[in-house]
């Protein structure tokens, strides 16, 4: 293997800069972002990062999925016109009042390691692509970018999106795209060499272990789901409680079983309750309705799969407890995927050449990679996240993390390139 130019470095200056100036890109009052997809500030970030990308002399595209991409064509002659590109990014869409490194890191490290490779004027055995993938937090579908490019999108999804059929098309619609675009994004494996990620490890694990980088070795399955517990519209003064059909007390009850359910039988696991909606929605009327987005969580299939009927079952027994009735609806099952050891070994390895402290440690956090793993050799960078925190504006990593995040990403995509990544996973 040709030798690998250790002592390139990430322009800290250069990233800096563009990590200011992405965070202006619908920033909240306390000081986090909320650019959900397709939103009017996300596509304005994302004409942004377009003129990163020509400023940089980098070709742009965007393929039917909306996904952004700059692209170093650095292929040597021998690799010909049918060169493999070796894709590195995250997304730039975020949740609503989220943090600033969610995503963005990710992207703008791999545009900056586009750029440091041109500058030294490198050529290696494949091309290279920073991408931003569309709608990776589920704001409309979940990962959605990056499972068209796998290949992995189905129109069932396309039907009954967890953020709802018709903000799905008025979002597609503000950005120029439709689902048969979607549904033609897809690449193939003698087209993308591999994949890799940078991203805040968005938990605790990482800092008070004392660890510079994580390597990660798995990554988390994830399922949502939709539950309407129904019971009567009534009085909220003259009906007497002992005779109501009241939906509210169903979700309720769910709420707080399910945290029982998970703490006592599903240790590894995690649910989550993010959204509640009663309907009618009034002060005096007994709630009819009562709407729950819901997602569990688990680093294995079979887990995950007895963790959603065991969750499903407690739903059931607390409609038939207030005599209410309920729907349950799966809305998308993203499955734990694991990552390539190659790949883990070329991030470890770049991390050992710049003296970090790293560590291997799977994923609890949903991730682009999760999609790439099922298509070519995927990896992820994880830089620790102070006080843990993420999905809010409290989510922060220290500048010098983020930096060496950027260069190890940069030693991996030298290691990974100058491997050749095989076809195989
Ligand atoms: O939800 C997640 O785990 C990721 O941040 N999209
Ligand atoms: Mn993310
Ligand atoms: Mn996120």
């Avoid at 995927?337 to 470890?348: E, G, N, R």
Wanted: hydrophobic share 45%; glycine share 10%; proline share 4%.
């Amino acid at each position: 293997m040709p030798t690998i130019p250790e002592t390139l470095r990430v322009d800290p200056g250069r990233l800096w800069e563009d990590f200011q100036n992405l965070s202006r890109f619908g920033r909240t009052q306390e000081e986090g972002v909320s650019r959900p997809a397709f939103s009017a500030v996300h596509l304005q970030a994302r004409a942004w990062f377009r003129e990163r990308v020509l400023a940089a002399g980098l070709k742009f595209s965007v393929d039917g999925a909306g996904n952004h991409s700059a692209r170093l064509d650095c292929a040597l002659p021998a690799a010909g016109k049918h060169a493999r590109v070796l894709l590195l990014g995250s997304h730039l869409d975020s949740v609503p009042n989220g943090g600033r490194y969610d995503g963005a890191l990710g992207v703008l490290a791999a545009l900056e390691v586009l750029r440091v490779i041109k500058d030294a004027g490198l050529a290696l055995p494949v091309d290279l692509e920073a991408i931003d993938f569309s709608d990776e937090e589920g704001t409309l579908l979940g990962l959605m970018g990056s499972r068209a490019l796998a290949g992995k999108l189905t129109r069932a999804e396309l039907a009954a999106p967890r953020g709802g059929r018709q903000a799905l098309l008025e979002g597609l619609g503000r950005a120029g795209l439709d689902e048969a675009g979607l549904l033609t994004a897809n690449r193939s494996v003698q087209q993308v060499s591999g994949y890799l990620e940078l991203h805040i490890e968005q938990g605790p694990r990482l800092k008070s272990q004392g660890m510079q980088i994580g390597v990660v070795t798995a990554i988390v399955g994830i399922s949502s789901y939709r539950l309407v517990f129904t019971g009567r519209a009534d009085h909220a003064g003259t009906t007497p409680v002992q005779d109501r059909l009241d939906a509210a007390q169903g979700a309720a009850a769910f709420i707080l079983e399910a945290r029982k359910l998970v703490l006592q039988q599903f240790p590894g696991c995690v649910a989550n309750v993010g959204l509640l909606v009663l309907e009618p929605g009034a002060y005096n009327i007994v709630p009819q309705r009562a709407v729950l987005g819901f997602e569990c969580r688990s680093a294995s299939m079979g887990e995950l799969e007895r963790l959603e009927a065991a969750l499903l079952a407690q739903a059931q027994h607390e409609a038939q407890r207030y005599n209410l009735g309920l729907e349950a609806e799966l809305l998308s099952r993203h499955a734990p995927a694991m990552m390539s050891v190659k790949v883990q070994d070329a991030i470890a390895g770049a991390a050992e050449a710049l003296g970090l402290a790293h560590t291997r440690l799977a994923s609890g956090a949903g991730h682009d990679a999760q999609s790439l793993a099922s298509l070519c050799s995927s990896g992820m960078i994880f830089i620790p996240s102070q006080e843990g925190g993420s999905h809010s504006p409290r989510e922060h990593s220290t500048w010098q993390d983020c930096l060496n995040g950027a260069n190890v990403l940069l030693g991996a995509t030298l290691r990974m390139a100058l491997q050749q990544m095989d076809q195989t996973i």
